[in-house]
Each structure stands twice: as structure tokens, then as C-alpha cells.
């Protein structure tokens, strides 16, 4: 699986679009990019994935590159449950391994 | 339904007790995991059950030994720990163990003294 790069942290204030960045420049072409949250003490949380075409669901939406070797994932109006550690992770369609990545840290203040 | 359980949420254990790890899913899911994540570290792949068979070790110490008893269950049994152990137990499913989508539990918490 192709290796992710993401900030270590990111603070954004309460209401405004969050927007976390990752580069995935070796990504394969039947790699999808997967995003996941671990609020403090829980399991990761599934968000959103995507291969070409950006996506959008009721918590966030996917924007990836055209070149594929990067992508933003955005939360359009952060909240303070949405403080979390964010993962990136690529894998293939038929990969059972989720590689985590050590993700970005996301303090949502006031 | 789409929660996994998993039970209990904190464990100590003594290095020559013998305790099990129990997940739970009622999703239909036929894939199940387990991950280890210590602190401040994200979390590493352990083993993956396919319908019930054990279809990745991730070179996992013979101390943890995970048992799938059938599709909605699975077991990790832990013997002869180490503190360095010590660590939150994540288990997860998918619907199938082919690049899915995985459903985390809350996980468990084991100290071993």
C-alpha cells in the first residue's frame, strides 16, 4: 500500500470549514483513499473514500487531485466533537490491511 | 444496526493470568480484525478472520490466540503477557475482508502488570 503524509496537527475554530490535507504520491491507480477519526479514547470512525472522483456525505467531503497524489478531506462546518486524530490511509480494493498512518490532529476551539 | 461490541472495556491482568478479549457484531459482517494501538501510536493490524477462518497473522506473539466461533463472534485469548502489552484492543469488521469498509468497536484497555 501506497505510504500517506499528513500534517501532525491543525487547529480550526468552531463553525468553519476544516480542511486536512494529504499526500499520497506513490498512490497506485486501483489504490482508493479512505479516511478515518479516532476521537480520544474510541475506535477509529469510518468518514468517507474515494478513487477519482471527489465525494461528498453527510459528514464531509473528498477532494482528490487530478494527478491523484493528493487529496483534502473537508469538514464544511467543524464542530468541537469533530476534535480527533484524522487518518489517511490508501488501500486497494481487495486489500484487507488498513495501514495507519500516524494522521493529523484536529483541535476544534472556540 | 451497524455497532460493533466489545467487552470488557478495561482489563488488568497479572503476566500469568489467563483472560480473553470478546467482540461482537450483528451486521451480517464476514470479515473481523483485530488491532493493537499503544499509546499515541495508530493502531496495527493483528489478524483478519474471513468467514470464520484466520486469513492474515500479522506475525502476532503465540501469547494472543484469536478464535472466530462463528460469524458474528471473536475471541482473542491472552496467556503469559508481557507489561509491553499493555495497549487498547481494537476489534473491527466489513462486510467482506476485500478492501470494505471497516465498523470499530470501542475497544478494550489492558494493563498488565
Known amino acids: 500500500d501506497a505510504k500517506t503524509t499528513q500534517p501532525p496537527s491543525m487547529d480550526c475554530a468552531e463553525g468553519r470549514a476544516a480542511n486536512l490535507p494529504c499526500n499520497h504520491s506513490?498512490?497506485?491507480?486501483?489504490?482508493?483513499v479512505y479516511w478515518y477519526r479516532q476521537i480520544h479514547s474510541q475506535g477509529p470512525q469510518y468518514i468517507i473514500h474515494?478513487?477519482?472522483n471527489n465525494e461528498t456525505n453527510e459528514m464531509a467531503s473528498l477532494i482528490i487531485t487530478e494527478d491523484r497524489k493528493s487529496s483534502t478531506l473537508i469538514l464544511p462546518h467543524a464542530t468541537l466533537r469533530d476534535t480527533a486524530v484524522y487518518y489517511c490511509i490508501v488501500n486497494t480494493g481487495t486489500a484487507s490491511k488498513l495501514t495507519f498512518g500516524t494522521g493529523t490532529r484536529l483541535q476544534v476551539t472556540l | 444496526d451497524t455497532e460493533v461490541t466489545q467487552t470488557p472495556k478495561h482489563l488488568v491482568m497479572g503476566m500469568t493470568n489467563k483472560k480473553s478479549l470478546k467482540c461482537e457484531q450483528h451486521m451480517g459482517h464476514r470479515a473481523m480484525y483485530w488491532y493493537k494501538q499503544k499509546a499515541k501510536k495508530p493502531p496495527e493490524l493483528m489478524f483478519v478472520y474471513s468467514y470464520e477462518k484466520l486469513s492474515i497473522n500479522e506475525s502476532v506473539p503465540s501469547r494472543f490466540s484469536p478464535e472466530c466461533p462463528n460469524s458474528s463472534l471473536l475471541n482473542l485469548h491472552l496467556h503469559a503477557l508481557q507489561p509491553e502489552d499493555s495497549a487498547l484492543y481494537l476489534c473491527?469488521?466489513?462486510?467482506?475482508?476485500?478492501?470494505?469498509?471497516?465498523?470499530f468497536g470501542p475497544g478494550t484497555r489492558l494493563l498488565v502488570l
Open positions: 506513490t498512490i497506485s491507480g486501483n489504490e482508493y
Open positions: 473491527a469488521s466489513s462486510l467482506l475482508a476485500g478492501g470494505e469498509t471497516q465498523y
Open positions: 474515494g478513487l477519482k
